[in-house]
């Protein structure tokens, strides 16, 4: 009799087991399509001088998160005519000064407002806009810019990173 116990148990943990794992399948297969849905396309507005150090990290970032990243880079006097121009952008980056307009004009969220790097005397910061689409995966990017792990590009676009990175 107690054999028979063992061996009918045996058959119903294995059934278990199964339906266990098909159920693990299905909700990675669902929570995979779900990541998708929930991908975005953050618009950034940038200066042209972090340029080179932004996209490699936008490149990074769209690997880790499935957000894109579109760029709009110009010169810092284009970049505020676009904004004056009520252009729409996730987040921007731009150099203090023009941050510090921004953000006396209500076009930033101040709270989000991040320093990233120096060219000399210049500190370029990071931001999101007040009237931005998708303002969560926005400020993934812009708190990715200032990870531990950008440091080594920001070097490489010939910025020094500062130094709460």
Request: a negative charge; aromatic letters at 6%; charged letters at 25%.
């Amino acid at each position: 009799m107690m054999r028979r116990i063992a061996v009918v148990w045996h058959f119903r943990a294995e059934d278990t087991m199964r339906a266990f794992g098909r159920a693990a399948s299905i909700a990675a297969v669902l929570m995979s399509v779900a990541g998708m849905a929930a991908a975005a396309e953050v618009r950034v507005l940038g200066v042209d001088v972090v340029e080179q150090a932004v996209r490699g990290l936008a490149a990074d970032f769209a690997k880790e998160t499935g957000h894109r990243v579109v760029f709009t880079i110009d010169s810092p006097a284009v970049v505020m005519k676009k904004i004056a121009a009520n252009e729409t952008h996730d987040a921007v980056i731009v150099p203090e000064p023009a941050m510090d307009q921004l953000d006396t004009d209500g076009i930033i969220n101040p709270e989000s407002r991040v320093r990233l790097a120096k060219d000399g005397p210049t500190t370029y910061e990071g931001a999101l806009t007040t009237d931005g689409r998708v303002p969560e995966a926005a400020r993934a990017f812009v708190r990715f810019l200032t990870e531990p792990d950008a440091r080594a590009k920001w070097i490489a676009g010939k910025l020094e990173p500062l130094a709460d990175h």
